[in-house]
């Protein structure tokens, strides 16, 4: 199975930005639906963004606009580019992946085959 590994997350004003990344090691990384989700504490978690295998974003409605997922194959890297920041963003985020379901935060979230050990996002205001 694929392994995941965040890195990028930190402390930031409101209206900053942070720029994640996520290494993929496996030997199947095209047949993923990778993508990100969150969790603050006390709170399910929620999917942010998935891209499928021949690159399509899908977002959540809240995150469209000011989150920006990519993948770079070559690399087996996922990001997610956020800007914008606000203090309700402040949450653990996960780079994950799922090869069941369809490729959609919301679908991914509750089909994890896979995801990283997270990493914080801190937004103050």
């Known amino acids: 199975q694929v392994q995941l590994m965040e890195s990028g997350g930190g402390s930031v004003e409101t209206g900053g930005s942070l720029k994640l990344s996520c290494t993929v090691t496996?030997?199947?990384?095209?047949?993923?639906?990778l993508g990100w989700f969150r969790q603050a504490p006390g709170n399910e978690r929620e999917g942010v963004a998935s891209?499928?295998?021949?690159?399509?974003?899908k977002y959540a409605p809240s995150m469209e606009g000011h989150f920006a997922i990519s993948r770079d194959n070559d690399k087996n890297t996922l990001y997610l580019q956020m800007n914008d920041l606000q203090p309700e963003d402040t949450a653990m985020y996960y780079c994950?992946?799922?090869?069941?379901?369809?490729?959609?935060?919301?679908?991914?979230?509750?089909?994890?085959?896979?995801w990283g050990q997270g990493t914080q996002v801190t937004v103050s205001s």
């Open positions: 994950a992946a799922s090869i069941r379901g369809y490729c959609y935060p919301e679908v991914l979230v509750k089909s994890l085959d896979a």
């Open positions: 496996g030997d199947k990384y095209n047949a993923y639906c």
């Open positions: 891209v499928d295998r021949d690159g399509t974003a």
